[in-house]
T-cell receptor, first 109, second 113 residues
Framework: QKEVEQNSGPLSVPEGAIASLNCTYS??????FFWYRQYSGKSPELIMF????GDKEDGRFTAQLNKASQYVSLLIRDSQPSDSATYLC?????????FGQGTELSVKP | AAGVIQSPRHLIKEKRETATLKCYPI?????VYWYQQGPGQDPQFLIS???????DKGSIPDRFSAQQFSDYHSELNMSSLELGDSALYFC????????????FGPGTRLTVL
């Protein structure tokens, strides 16, 4: 079992809809969690981080963390075709990032 | 805002050759991380440096070595290259404070023929 698990997708949503991306992790000691967006052939781009239980909102993005369930999610409201990318969930156990396999999101016009 | 700089952006080598990848972190970031991303895979941590000392080591082959210099730039040296080393190599840097979130450079695409 990977330390960080994501549904690989692809997840397809229509333009304007809410995209919901999910991630589970195995190390209960994990303290901080990150969402990166990666376009094909490009580098990961940090879009959100969260370390407290609950929700954190930044523009169209909301990260949700439930440490009891070892679950992290990312909601993208009003999805745009430009949001089409792979979204990587990562945990940070003492410095290095451990990534999930990524969820490919496709937003259809 | 200044970003992480990596060079070269593309590199083509033959098997058994050597390669050196360079990384210049964001100013005032003291930690540098190296990751390898194969086709269709997630980035895998290789090695990190904090204040010029190795701070953590991941799945880095013995053929690879790295160091961080006094100006905080880092170099990843790869010897006896194999076909399986073909991948994207990313460098990331993180600041001294906060959650030490990592910001990635544009990457070096290494192709071994």
């Amino acid at each position: 079992q990977k330390e960080v698990e994501q549904n690989s997708g692809p997840l397809s949503v229509p333009e304007g809809a809410i995209a919901s991306l999910n991630c589970t992790y195995s190390d209960r000691g994990s303290q901080s969690f990150f969402w990166y967006r990666q376009y094909s052939g490009k580098s990961p781009e940090l879009i959100m981080f969260i370390y407290s239980n609950g929700d954190k909102e930044d523009g169209r993005f909301t990260a949700q963390l439930n440490k009891a369930s070892q679950y992290v999610s990312l909601l993208i409201r009003d999805s745009q075709p430009s949001d089409s990318a792979t979204y990587l969930c990562a945990v940070n156990p003492g410095g290095k990032l451990i990534f999930g396999q990524g969820t490919e999101l496709s937003v259809k016009p | 805002a200044a970003g992480v700089i990596q060079s070269p952006r593309h590199l083509i080598k033959e098997k058994r050759e050597t390669a050196t990848l360079k990384c210049y972190p964001i100013p005032r970031h003291d930690t540098v991380y190296w990751y390898q991303q194969g086709p269709g895979q997630d980035p895998q941590f290789l090695i990190s440096f904090y204040e010029k000392m190795q701070s953590d080591k991941g799945s880095i082959p013995d053929r690879f070595s790295a160091q961080q210099f006094s100006d905080y730039h880092s170099e990843l040296n790869m010897s006896s290259l194999e076909l399986g080393d073909s991948a994207l190599y990313f460098c990331a840097s993180s600041p001294r404070t906060g959650l030490r979130e990592q910001f990635f450079g544009p990457g070096t695409r290494l192709t071994v023929l």
